[in-house]
C-alpha cells in the first residue's frame, strides 16, 4: 500500500522558515510528479508547487520566489522550503503525487498524504 507521509509543520512568525518533508512508502518506482498543495480555514485546496522526476519544478504565483520544492529520488522524499512566510500561507500542507506527465495540472494528483499544520503569525 502506497503512503506519503509528511513532516517539519509547525508554527512561526511571519518572515520566518520551515521546511517539510514527504517520504513515500510501498512505490519502489518513484512517482512521477510529486507535489505540495495547502488548505486554509474556509477555503479551497490549492496547488503550491511541484516537480517531476527530472526535477522540472512548478510553482503558484503566490509562492514564487519564496518557496523552492526539490526531491531525492533514489530515497523517494519530497521537500518543500518555505522563506519569508506570511500569515497568508497559513494552512495545512499536503504531499501529493501522481505516476503521469504534466505536474502543474493540480487535479491529476491521486495518492495524498495526511497532511501537516503550518501556522505563520503576524
Known amino acids: 500500500q502506497v503512503q506519503l507521509v509528511e513532516s517539519g509543520g509547525g508554527s512561526v512568525q511571519a518572515g520566518g522558515s520551515l521546511s517539510l518533508s514527504c517520504a513515500a512508502y510501498g512505490y519502489d518506482y518513484g512517482f512521477y510528479c510529486m507535489g505540495w498543495f495547502r488548505q486554509a480555514s474556509g477555503k479551497e485546496r490549492e496547488g503550491v508547487a511541484g516537480?517531476?522526476?527530472?526535477?522540472?519544478?512548478t510553482y503558484a504565483d503566490s509562492v514564487k520566489g519564496r518557496f523552492t520544492i526539490s526531491r531525492d529520488s533514489a530515497k523517494n522524499i519530497l521537500y518543500l522550503q518555505m522563506n519569508n512566510l506570511k500569515p497568508d500561507d497559513t494552512a495545512m500542507y499536503y504531499c501529493?503525487?501522481?505516476?503521469?506527465?504534466?505536474?502543474?495540472?493540480?487535479?491529476?494528483?491521486?495518492?495524498w498524504g495526511q497532511g501537516t499544520q503550518v501556522t505563520v503569525s503576524s
Open positions: 516537480i517531476d522526476i527530472y526535477g522540472t519544478t
Open positions: 501529493a503525487a501522481h505516476g503521469r506527465a504534466s505536474c502543474s495540472v493540480w487535479s491529476k494528483y491521486n495518492v
